[in-house]
């Protein structure tokens, strides 16, 4: 069963981690590239968050811009590739094939077939998300110490921790489970972009409520000090101490701004916080990375789970 | 003896329509069994309950032992190559009797890919396969479709070599009765989710007659199964003794003859049991 399995999805298997070597490499050399550029131009203490590494930042920006880009479509694009070419055709092309006719009349029952595929598929989809993750947090430090993003930043955070294997696994068991509901492999591809999408904006949306916001008032700035916190939202305090959405009757005046500029919404935040307001925000500070990063574990691992019940349950109703 | 297939009261629903209904049948260990229907009749859908591709709706149907399937269009792993299509056998199977001399002996290539085999190549690996792992009931959906007469002729060979050599079980569906002629010594009738006939084939042809006379001419002291007219001549199959009117001639119905009959007269049924002809 084991050699089968292998015989069947060697050519994902192999594609996989060839693309996960390509990538360590590539991250490895941008890495070691990277830190010999800093090391001769970097002015001391940088990189960081000071003023005068705010050059050293922008050149290298500009230097790995294409590792970059590759970098932001991937929490999106990997999880829907492994959906569509791991979990996808595990069930729909033996439904299309009539192939499920062979491997489900041999004396291995379809049971242990299924277990057998599931836990082998399964295993390695989590393997390779992790070594995801672990080259990737290897490899940020070397651009961003100090000036951390890993969990403001909704494509970072998915790439770090255990963010690539819970969304690796949950899409390898949303196409499993879609090739049972369409027995064909592209339909089922088509499911598994279109809801590896869906459900990464839905978990983004609900993660403001994984934890009590932490509330903050700030004077003079409406931006928190800590740029890595998720912003949840933000409120007015009027002088009296009552919060409002929207202050009314504080006699600032208040002008639309034109295209890019906000110097209007400026000077108008400058007036309130000149006549005794203070902004209140409500965000999840950095420090939640971790409680963060389970509770999404959590939640993908347990839609996994009901997504692979699923498809077990439709094959065993009717293997036929 | 123990019966190689049982079927009691077998049911199997989908949706909300019948594809088989109260069917009860068994074949005797050693026969080989022609699965016989218009296609929609239940053949698939008997078949695949049998070998566990579906749970019955209603009722049971029991194998003696191990079944082995090769479905319609005999599908295979188009990648794998004929040697990696046997070492899959092998290794999803308890029991496995080397097979390669089979094929090789039957000029297939191992190395071959599967998908660059003839449709008779193909057939003959599917054959191969279900026949390794030494099936008590080895079930064939529709085995000789798709094929030229040649490797029709040459699959069928094949199966008989097999249940001449040991004690193999065959249920084998078409829906081309000639096929099945010389091969086969059971006889299963399905017809719109029933049962229509089950029996040995020779008891069969032997209490039935197929008569022809003028109309108006009487059959009383006969069960008439079927009646066509051509001009002012009747033709009928009948069950039972000749009739006493000597104006009808009488002769023993060929097999086609027999399956038409039963096919064109849904009402009429010829099952052990139910009228004590047959097994």
Redesign the interface.
Known sequence: MIWVTWRQHRAQILVTAAFLVLLGMLLLGSAVEASRYVAEHAPPGCPGVAVACGDLAVALGQRYEAVYSIFGWMPLVAPALIGAFWGAPLLGREYERGTHRLAWTQSVPVGRWLAVKLSLLGGAVVAGGLLLSLMVSLWRPVFRTGADSTFGNIGVFNMVGVGPAAWWLYAFALGTAAGTLFRRTLPAMALVVAGVAVSMFTLFQLSDYYAEPARTELSGTVLPADPDARLVSAAWVEPSGREVAEPADSGCPRRVDVGQSSKNAEAWQACLFGKGYRYAVYYHPPSRFWRFQWTDGGILALASAALVGLAVHRTLRRPG | MRPALEATGLGVRYRRTWALRDCSLSVPAGRVAALVGPNGAGKTTLM?AA?????PTLGSVRVAG????V???K????S?TVA?ML???R?????WDDAADRLAGLGIPLKQKVSGLSGGQQAQV?LT?ALA?RPDLLVLDEPLANLDPVARHDVMRSIMAEVAGRELTVLLSSHVVSDLEETCDWLVVLNGGRLQVSGDIEDLLDGHLVLTGPEGASAAGTQVVGASRVGRQVSMLVRGAPPLDPRWQARRPGLEELVMGYLRSPESAALPGLTGVGA
């Open positions: 695949h070998v566990g591709l579906l749970r191990e079944a082995a399937f479905a319609q269009d599908p295979l792993y188009e794998f990696e070492a899959f056998g290794r999803m199977n308890t029991r599917a396969l792992c």
